[in-house]
């Protein structure tokens, strides 16, 4: 069965930096687009990055957009996502997606279980 497994968060102070990781197994990783989301407590979950197939198109939100790097390793079926600047308002639960094609904004065939991002001020 699919599985994504996220990895990589913590606790960091406001103006540093983390990098998140996903581990994908069961599914062919390199026919698959890949998402970050995030949802901070009480609020819906977000996009946050999206990366083509073989990495040559991302795409991002425009609030993390010029601080946050979404890369893949197609070879390590591994999706990162490189988070510099960090503000106490990236604090959230990140999960990364898995899709052959991204038909919603909102939903994904595959989710990862989450990683904990806690930015302090």
């Known amino acids: 069965q699919v599985q994504l497994v996220e990895s990589g968060g913590g606790l960091v102070q406001a103006g540093g930096s983390l990098r998140v990781s996903c581990a994908a197994s069961?599914?062919?990783?390199?026919?698959?687009?890949m998402r970050w989301f995030r949802q901070a407590p009480g609020k819906e979950r977000l996009f946050v990055a999206g990366?083509?197939?073989?990495?040559?198109?991302?795409y991002y939100a425009d609030a993390v957009k010029g601080r946050f790097t979404i890369s893949r390793d197609n070879a390590l079926n591994t999706v990162y996502l490189q988070m510099n600047s960090l503000a106490p308002e990236d604090t959230a639960v990140y999960y990364c997606?898995?899709?052959?094609?991204?038909?919603?904004?909102?939903?994904?065939?595959?989710w990862g279980q989450g990683t904990q991002v806690t930015v302090s001020s």
């Open positions: 069961g599914l062919t990783f390199s026919r698959y687009k």
């Open positions: 997606t898995a899709d052959l094609e991204w038909l919603s904004t909102h939903r994904a065939s595959y």
């Open positions: 990366i083509t197939e073989n990495g040559d198109r991302t």
